[in-house]
């Protein structure tokens, strides 16, 4: 344990500037990803605190704050900002993209070797980045926030994010009390395997999962929200649950989608085969009428329904082989090399 423990201390330490490097190494060592939408008033102390916290560090660091089609004037305080913080880089969206998206274009525009995320409203403490950071030298991909004192409304907060962190937990084995915590810490090769699409950006411990990435969690502090309006509510519950069900199926069948699809295929042909049996036996051996009998047309259906869903899973095999292998992806991930 302690000489694991130090191989990934040493290995992290080779991208942490030490106190007599930093100034000569211009090598970003942290990005700070922040998504912005409609968060004019709390800009100015957002940038302030980020700032405030990490020029008490050693290692360089930048902010990039990716502007996510806002409409109160966010756009035009990130470019004033950007002129007295040279850390601060923004990127403009042309609409509103959402969450997912903003944080897609942190990741790919992020040049640091290790990544915090965290939310524009201020209810995150930027204190506790250097919390997370120390956590990541432990040997882990990635540190998860817990806002084990969140300040949230509770009926229309603090009960659905419960619910849906034990739901999500639950289906993805990754055990973590606070899924939709924006604070987290990762390195940045963890991120670059990831790809985000529609709203997985609250599923980024599960997407890490997948990727065999080591992920632990800390407390870190909350604050109520000062200025704005939040911008999530129950209507997103629908669009979680079926991202959900993307994740599961992908922790599951990513590379081999013809064992999910090819099970109820087997299972459906199975029975409407015996089904036809039995219509068969009633209707040759019998002579019994069974063209008015619900069990003919489910037999049909069934039969059919096997034969679709063999397709599919032939289809999905041929579009998993085309992911992998258009974009060189392997279908494995090595956390280490000995001997080479």
């Known amino acids: 344990m302690v000489s694991s423990l130090s191989y990934h201390q040493n290995a992290l330490s080779d991208t942490l500037p030490s106190d007599q490097s930093v100034a000569s190494d211009t090598t970003v060592y942290l990005s700070v990803v922040i998504p912005i939408y409609n968060e004019f008033e709390n800009l100015p102390a957002l940038i302030d605190q980020v700032s405030a916290v990490l020029d008490q560090e050693t290692y360089s660091y930048e902010i990039i704050c990716i502007d996510d089609g806002s409409k109160d004037g966010s756009t035009q305080r990130l470019r004033e900002l950007s002129q007295t913080c040279k850390a601060l880089r923004a990127i403009i969206f042309r609409r509103n993209y959402g969450q997912t998206a903003a944080m897609a274009a942190g990741f790919a525009n992020a040049q640091g070797k290790v990544i915090v995320t965290l939310d524009g409203d201020l209810q995150n403490d930027p204190r506790d980045i250097p919390v997370l950071l120390e956590k990541l030298l432990e040997g882990y991909d990635l540190v998860s926030g817990w806002r084990k004192q969140r300040q949230d409304a509770a009926l229309t907060r603090l009960l659905p994010s419960k619910i ?28 670059a395997d990831m790809n985000l699409y529609g709203e997985l950006h609250r599923f980024l411990p599960a997407l890490a999962f997948i990727e065999g990435a080591r992920i632990t969690e800390l407390p870190v502090r909350h604050h109520p929200r000062r200025y704005g309006q939040s911008k999530y509510g129950l209507g997103r519950t629908f669009r979680v649950m079926m991202d959900l069900m993307t994740v599961a199926f992908m922790k599951t069948f990513l590379t081999r989608p013809m064992h999910v699809f090819g ?47 063999f397709c599919f899973g032939l289809l999905a095999e041929l579009l998993m082989r085309t992911y992998h292998e258009s974009q060189n992806k392997p279908i494995y991930r090595v956390r280490e090399r000995v001997g080479f």
Do not use: W
């Open 263 to 309: 099970v109820l295929g087997m299972v459906s042909l199975v029975a409407g085969s015996l089904l036809g049996i039995y219509l068969f036996v009633l209707r040759i051996l019998l002579q019994q009428p069974i063209g008015g009998r619900p069990l003919l047309m489910l037999a049909v259906v069934l039969f059919l329904a096997g034969i679709q869903l």
């Open 164 to 191: 849906a962190n034990k739901l999500i937990a639950k289906v993805t084995d990754v055990r973590l009390h606070d899924y939709g915590c924006s604070l987290k810490a990762y390195r940045a090769e963890l991120v």
